[in-house]
Structure formats: structure tokens, C-alpha cells
């Protein structure tokens, strides 16, 4: 197990400092990324280009970066739609100006005069804010040779992280932990003898499954219903479930995929008490290959809520820890699975 033991040291060494250089790298220079809307025929739009955004733009120099996007051109209106769809805006909240900076929207010259300084202010004391989640924008500025005066990767990295250092922090702390059970699970399924296995009470698997499936109904309800989630004192639940990431492939809520993973865990369990031996034993195999499925999607999530969203979802760290429970508890079970080729042989007659 020494080769193991020197594995594991270096995965979580290399993991560590890389936590560590995201959160310090280029620290001294923040930046504020902004999105700024506008049509060439508002008088409203015109008096922000030439008066407010200049004086803003001259007292934070290199610490403000402002794309400016017409939408009278195609291109540009298919953002702005985009961002109205991102950010669920009322009737009463469409048009131009409109200033996106972070998860703020301002609209109108009133609103960007007055309080576009102070989210500045606020985004450079918590090490910047990266480029808005508006779909399809990062594309844009990738294909205008944009990229080139944004920060790096590490530094959108580092302002994502700051912008909750406390929350952030735990989803870090809740990746490594799924990080290092992925790799000491799967070595030790190597090398390990099935005899060494101790089983986990039978009572563990369903009640985690449990848990996890009343997290992922509440997350469903939240996403589908665009309704408020009840956050705690730690982490910000709401920006990560409006966020782009809430939903794979733009479509279907995360929830939803979290319900149908937590249900088939648990059908699989109470299927598994009607079916023979060795079915019972394949049926292991079966949870142990969802639990598998399960966080590493979850490892995916998680790395996204503090590096690129810069928010934490304690319902969705729970969830993570319940999928890494199930991951160790449904170990044993795959090991004993690997008797069935056994059984099965003995159980044969012979052809001969």
C-alpha cells in the first residue's frame, strides 16, 4: 500500500496548491468586468457613453474592463436576449441602457450613474468580478480577440473564489474529500481482497438515498419554479441556481438529474432484497457503478460553484457528501460482487 499512500500525497499536493495559487495569484490586481448595452439611436445611451462611463472608466483605469454591445446588430441583440432570459427580467426591466456587471443589472442612465460606482467598489474589495454568465458570451469575446485584455484563467479563477471566501472555501474542502475517496476507493478495489471488506449497515445505503433524493426534489422545486432557496448563514444558493450551470445543456435542471440518480440508487437497493443470491450480489455492482456515475458528476458541480460561478450551494455540497457516503458504502458490495463468476461456474453443468 505504500504506492498508494505516495499517490494519494502527490493527487492531494497537486490539488492543494493549486487551491492555494487560485486564491492568492495575482491578488494585487483585481479587475471588474462589466457588460454595457446600448442602441446608437437612445439619447439615454449616448449621455452614458460620453459622460458617466468615461469618468468611471478614467478613475479605475486597468481595474474596470467595459464591453459595449449595440443591439441593433444581430450578433449583439442575440446577447442581450440572452441576458434578459439569464437574468428572468420583468417587462418593466427591458431596455437600453442596461449595464450587466456580475449578477447586478442596471437599467437606465439613473441607475448606472448612481450605483454602477459602488458595485465596482464592492467587486474590486472582493478581488474582482469575471465576465457575466450571459450564454454565448464568452464565444463573443473569444471570437473579437477580446481575450487578450481580460484576465487569465487564474485570475477569473481567484475573483470567482473571493467573492465568498467562507463558502467557497468548504466546497473546496468537500472537493478534495470526493477527490481522494474517487482515488483511494478505486485503488483499494484494486488491491484489496474481498475478504478485508466489511460490509456498512444494510439501513446506510437507503437512508443516504433518501436524503439525497429530498435534496434534489427541493433543488427541482427551486430551479423550476425560479422560487427563492432558504441558503443558511453559509454559501449563496440562489446564485448558483440561477446561474447557466443549473441547468445541462441549457435544458434539463440539475435537480431532475439528481432526483433520477438518487431514485434508480434506491429502487436498485429495494429490488435487490426480492432477487436471488446472486442477483443480490450483481445488484451491489449496479449501486456501486451509480455511486461511481454520481460523484463524478458531483466532483464536475462542485468544482464550478467556487471557481467559476464564485458561489456555494450548501443543499448541493450535502448532496456531494451523501454521493461520496454512498461511493464508500456500496464498496463492499461491488467487492462481493466479484464472487459471482465463481457462483455462476459452479452453478453450471457440464456440457462435456
Not at 493527487?11 to 495575482?26: G, K, Q, V
Not at 439569464?86 to 439613473?110: C, N, W
Not at 460561478?309 to 458490495?333: Q, V, Y
Amino acid at each position: 500500500m505504500k504506492r498508494t499512500a505516495i499517490t494519494l500525497s502527490v493527487l492531494t499536493a497537486i490539488i492543494i496548491s493549486i487551491y492555494f495559487n487560485t486564491n492568492l495569484s495575482h491578488a494585487q490586481t483585481p479587475v471588474v468586468n462589466a457588460v454595457f448595452f446600448y442602441s446608437p439611436y437612445c439619447g439615454h445611451c449616448i449621455t452614458v457613453i460620453n459622460e458617466i462611463l468615461p469618468t468611471i472608466q478614467a478613475k479605475y483605469l486597468e481595474g474596470l474592463n467595459i464591453l459595449q454591445l449595440d443591439i441593433t446588430q444581430p450578433e449583439e441583440q442575440q446577447l442581450y436576449q440572452a441576458a434578459i432570459t439569464q437574468f428572468k427580467l420583468p417587462d418593466d426591466r427591458l431596455g437600453v441602457p442596461a449595464l450587466v456587471i456580475g449578477t447586478s443589472y442596471l437599467l437606465g442612465e439613473r441607475e448606472i450613474r448612481e450605483q454602477l460606482p459602488g458595485v465596482i467598489e464592492n467587486g474590486l474589495s472582493s478581488g474582482g468580478i469575471i465576465w457575466p454568465q450571459i450564454p454565448g458570451l464568452d464565444r463573443y469575446i473569444s471570437r473579437h480577440h477580446l481575450q487578450s485584455d481580460d484576465p487569465s484563467v487564474i485570475d477569473n479563477m481567484a475573483a470567482s473564489f473571493k467573492r465568498d471566501r467562507v463558502g467557497n472555501s468548504l466546497a473546496v474542502i468537500v472537493l478534495l474529500g470526493m477527490i481522494f475517496s474517487v482515488v483511494w476507493v478505486g485503488i483499494s478495489f484494486v488491491l484489496a481482497s474481498t475478504s478485508n471488506s466489511k460490509p456498512w449497515p444494510q439501513w446506510i445505503v437507503p437512508t443516504l438515498a433518501v436524503i439525497g433524493l429530498v435534496i434534489a426534489i427541493y433543488l427541482t422545486y427551486i430551479e423550476t419554479t425560479q422560487s427563492q432557496a432558504f441558503c443558511g448563514p453559509v454559501g449563496d444558493c440562489n446564485s448558483v441556481q440561477q446561474s447557466p450551470y443549473a441547468k445541462l445543456f441549457g435544458l434539463i435542471p440539475i435537480g431532475i438529474l439528481g432526483m433520477v440518480g438518487y431514485f434508480t440508487i434506491l429502487a436498485v437497493w429495494v429490488a435487490s432484497i426480492f432477487l436471488p443470491e446472486t442477483w443480490r450480489k450483481l445488484s451491489g455492482l449496479a449501486l456501486w457503478i451509480l455511486a461511481w456515475v454520481g460523484i463524478l458528476f458531483s466532483i464536475y458541480l462542485t468544482f464550478l460553484e467556487p471557481f467559476v460561478i464564485g458561489a456555494t450551494c450548501m443543499w448541493c455540497i450535502s448532496s456531494a457528501i451523501i454521493i461520496t457516503l454512498l461511493l464508500w458504502a456500496t464498496t463492499p458490495l461491488a467487492k462481493m460482487a466479484t464472487q459471482v463468476e465463481d457462483d455462476l461456474d459452479d452453478g453450471m453443468p457440464d456440457t462435456a
